[in-house]
């Protein structure tokens, strides 16, 4: 019945240590979400349709990090944090541009909603867009 014991507490150690290999990291996604992308981008306060490609690579200084290159076809750089399939772009500033944004990546296809004020001297325009983005 000792041996029984042991066997049954051995068993449990070793699944339990299977499950920390098994469990991912929620950073695991980035080489899945990294690539080139061909955009379909719907502005709602524009009413208006556009088509471009951006390309997604990772921040290799900062695990969980994420660059999107030719953002909202503006030619810019922004920058993300991925947690699993989660995308979080937090506030920030590039050039003119002030953004922010959500999105999600499932089967090749990532989808974004984000908010882009343009800030000029004499007017200040806030954009809302929703983004689906197809990996090429």
Not at 26 to 55: C, K, R
Not at 63 to 81: L, M, P, S
Not at 102 to 119: C, K, N, P, R
Request: charged fraction near 20%; include cysteine; aromatic fraction near 14%.
């Amino acid at each position: 019945m000792k041996n029984y014991k042991i066997l049954a507490l051995l068993l449990t150690a070793f699944i339990s240590g299977c499950e920390l290999i098994i469990n991912e990291s929620p950073h695991d996604n980035i080489d899945q979400i990294t690539g080139f992308y061909e955009v379909d981008e719907w502005s709602e306060t524009l009413d208006a349709q556009s088509f471009f490609q951006l390309s997604i690579y990772r921040n290799n200084q900062r695990n969980g990090k994420i660059y999107i290159d030719n953002f909202y076809n503006a030619e810019i750089e922004v920058f993300a944090e991925v947690n699993g399939y989660k995308i979080q772009i937090p506030l920030q500033q590039v050039g003119y541009y002030e953004i922010e944004g959500i999105g999600s990546f499932y089967e090749g296809e990532l989808t974004m909603t984000y908010s882009v004020t343009y800030i000029d001297t004499r007017s200040q325009i806030i954009d809302i867009c929703n983004a689906i983005c197809t990996k090429q």
